[in-house]
């Protein structure tokens, strides 16, 4: 079992820049995928990008490609969503999660079955 425990988001102002952090506790951190997605009101969850085991592994979602960085810390158990350039669009609940599988990237909810809190990222125009 994998608990998670998101952090880091808050108010700023647009290209203004946001570091999330997703500190795993519990086994098979090392041994599963991460994804970050989020949720503004109204919307349904969306993803974000996503990380395999080993770091050497990502993908994105278009709206945040070249502005968002997914890494990880194995040694920490520690996920990580760099954000540069924020736009009042990418308000939303951002929440971690452990994909069920190591190596292949996903980007659909039902393929990650634990999750963190999430956390709210608020950009102002």
């Known amino acids: 079992q994998v608990q998670l425990v998101d952090s880091g988001g808050g108010l700023v102002q647009a290209g203004d820049s946001l570091r999330l952090s997703c500190a795993a506790s519990g086994r098979l951190f090392n041994d599963r995928a991460m994804g970050w997605f989020r949720q503004a009101p109204g919307k349904e969850r969306e993803f974000v990008a996503a990380?395999?085991?080993?770091?050497?592994?990502?993908y994105y979602a278009d709206s945040v490609k070249g502005r968002f960085t997914i890494f990880r810390n194995n040694a920490k158990n520690t996920a990580y969503l760099r954000m540069n350039g924020l736009k009042p669009e990418d308000t939303a609940v951002y929440y971690c999660?452990?994909?069920?599988?190591?190596?292949?990237?996903?980007?659909?909810?039902?393929?990650?079955?634990?999750w963190g809190q999430g956390t709210q990222v608020t950009v102002s125009s």
């Open positions: 999660a452990a994909d069920r599988n190591a190596n292949v990237l996903h980007s659909r909810v039902y393929e990650y079955d634990y």
């Open positions: 990380i395999n085991w080993s770091g050497r592994g990502t």
